[in-house]
T-cell receptor, first 118, second 110 residues
Framework: AQTVTQSQPEMSVQEAETVTLSCTYD???????LFWYKQPPSRQMILVIR??????QNATENRFSVNFQKAAKSFSLKISDSQLGDTAMYFC???????????????FGQGTRLTINP | NAGVTQTPKFRVLKTGQSMTLLCAQD?????MYWYRQDPGMGLRLIHY???????AKGEVPDGYNVSRLKKQNFLLGLESAAPSQTSVYFC?????????FGPGTRLTVT
């Protein structure tokens, strides 16, 4: 079974700083997706960024980028120029890239609570 | 286009009571999921469905039942609520790899 571990329960940085959230995972699969989800105080789960394991290039979405190290099974999220609105819980998640007709089940890490201070 | 909606948003039950949580999606997605979120933990999969009329167990299915009579709806039932089922429940739907989540239901069992 796949497992996802986020070793930083809480982090806090000043506005405009850069912050990196860590995630490691364990799988014997070769084909999979990795995700970072943001959960603000509103509780809504928001997809931040997605990485496909077969792609060597790290995914980027505006101020958000990942460092994907497949051999090390590491998937960190970097937030540049952090903003007050980035304050949220961040979850790393794993999904097997199974058959198209199969359900795509997500396995989540425990989350990192990120606070951006003014 | 409402996306994924959940009813109700909050609920308080007494031990032993039953209730049904409703999830509805208007994106014509085949796959739907129910998760629970407990403090200090990520979301865990309770049950899921790969299409109308089909359901399957996830990671933590005990104490819950589900039904998918219509493609757009996925119901989660608690037949005899227990305090251990106090949690926030999320529904999600997907067509491929991206899951779209509802706003969640906070359930308290006293």
């Amino acid at each position: 079974a796949q497992t996802v571990t986020q070793s930083q329960p809480e982090m806090s940085v000043q506005e405009a700083e850069t912050v990196t959230l860590s995630c490691t995972y364990d799988t014997s699969e070769n084909n999979y997706y990795l995700f970072w989800y943001k959960q603000p105080p509103s509780r809504q789960m928001i997809l931040v960024i997605r990485q496909e394991a077969y792609k060597q290039q790290n995914a980027t979405e505006n101020r958000f980028s990942v460092n994907f190290q497949k051999a090390a099974k590491s998937f960190s999220l970097k937030i540049s120029d952090s903003q007050l609105g980035d304050t949220a819980m961040y979850f790393c998640a794993f999904m097997n890239r199974g058959p198209i007709q199969g359900a795509q089940k997500l396995v989540f890490g425990q989350g990192t609570r990120l606070t951006i201070n003014p | 286009n409402a996306g994924v909606t959940q009813t109700p948003k909050f609920r308080v039950l007494k031990t032993g009571q039953s209730m049904t949580l409703l999830c509805a999606q208007d994106m014509n997605h085949e796959y739907m999921y129910w998760y629970r979120q407990d403090p200090g933990m990520g979301l865990r999969l309770i049950h899921y469905s790969v299409g109308e009329g089909t359901t399957a167990k996830g990671e933590v299915p005990d104490g819950y039942n589900v039904s998918r009579l219509k493609k757009q709806n996925f119901l989660l039932g608690l037949e005899s609520a227990a305090p251990s089922q106090t949690s926030v429940y999320f529904c999600a739907s997907s067509e491929r790899y991206e899951q779209y989540f509802g706003p969640g239901t906070r359930l308290t069992v006293t």
